[in-house]
């Protein structure tokens, strides 16, 4: 299941064993959440940080083999 097919059925109330369930101590200070915040945020927040791997890893795969690393500082 994909991060966002489980925040639309969250969101929808399939999910009713995950509707309430607050978010654990060491996920709400990973991703800086509200103290207050629920497992969807999250799952929203998961989401978010797999969406930045995603274009850093095809910004890497687009680059020529021998060319500059485009995240690398340029001096």
């Not at 991060?3 to 309430?20: F, N, P, R, V």
């Not at 207050?36 to 890497?60: C, G, P, Q, S, T």
Request: proline share 5%.
């Amino acid at each position: 299941m994909t991060y966002t097919k489980a925040i639309k059925m969250c969101e929808a109330g399939e999910l009713k064993q995950w509707e309430h369930l607050p978010a654990t101590k060491l996920s709400k200070k990973y991703w800086r959440l509200e103290d207050d915040a629920k497992f969807l945020d999250v799952l929203k927040a998961i989401r978010a940080d797999e969406m930045v791997h995603r274009e850093v890893n095809h910004a890497l795969a687009d680059a020529a083999g021998d060319g500059p690393n485009p995240f690398a500082p340029h001096y």
